[in-house]
């Protein structure tokens, strides 16, 4: 699972993922998958965009992209 993926290799805060929204687009053999979450880096809780290529048993095959979309300083 993506979400899996992105906990066990960020350094995020412990127990600050929190998951937005997920959604994905079928490309017959494989999916897109574009998921947004909240979590912290210890310097500050960020909002970020994952897009990840994935099989149709849904094992991660490739990270497509990842950003930032907003950051917040506590």
Known sequence: KLENYIQRNRNFAPDSYRHNHTDF??????????TTFFA?????????????????????MGIIS???LRSETP
């Open 25 to 34: 687009v079928d490309h017959g053999d494989y999916l897109v998958v574009t």
């Open 40 to 60: 912290s880096d210890n310097t500050a809780y960020k909002q970020y965009e994952w897009v990840a290529k994935v099989n149709l048993d849904g094992f991660l």
């Open 66 to 68: 990842e950003k930032t």
